[in-house]
């Protein structure tokens, strides 16, 4: 797979001073030099923008079944929640949304818990970890 291609850096432009006469300006204090170490570099935005989740179809994850919760059992609901989870580079799961409602409260909540309570690995990418998402879809049917 290839890695995203930054965009170039546009160039900064310096806005003009206008001349003041010197009965009418202040002073001013010398300015202090520049520190470079705590200058964002050129580069930092390109960090930014490439450190953004990637969106993969099928995360290296062993995701736990929810439970079907009692209550929904007996008043016989079904349906699929899709829920969209945010894969940490450790392969920790750090969010799990709701991105499709099944229309019922109580499987759409299962679903969330057992999302968040799987395991996944981290994904890589040319041999380094990274950030990822991707939406799981949680079926509840009954059988029988």
């Not at 290839?2 to 546009?10: D, E, G, M, R």
């Not at 001073?17 to 009965?23: D, E, M, P, Q, V």
């Not at 520049?34 to 953004?52: G, K, R, V, Y």
């Not at 699929?80 to 709701?98: F, P, Q």
Request: aromatic share 4%; with cysteine; proline share 12%.
């Amino acid at each position: 797979m290839l890695s995203p291609t930054p965009l170039p850096i546009p160039p900064i432009l310096k806005s003009s001073t206008a001349k003041r006469s010197s009965a009418t300006s202040t002073p001013t204090a010398p300015s202090a030099p520049i520190d470079e170490a705590h200058t964002p570099s050129a580069n930092a935005t390109h960090t930014l923008e490439l450190s953004a989740p990637q969106n993969i179809a099928q995360p290296n994850c062993l995701l736990n079944p929810p439970a079907y919760p009692p209550l929904s059992r007996r008043r016989e609901e079904t349906g699929t929640v899709l829920i969209s989870l945010m894969i940490d580079k450790r392969g920790t799961i750090e969010r799990a949304t709701i991105k499709q409602s099944s229309g019922f409260k109580h499987l759409d909540q299962a679903a969330r818990e057992a999302a968040l309570s799987s395991q996944c690995r981290p994904w890589l990418e040319n041999g380094r970890p990274i950030r990822t998402t991707s939406d799981i879809p949680f079926i509840f049917k009954l059988e029988g």
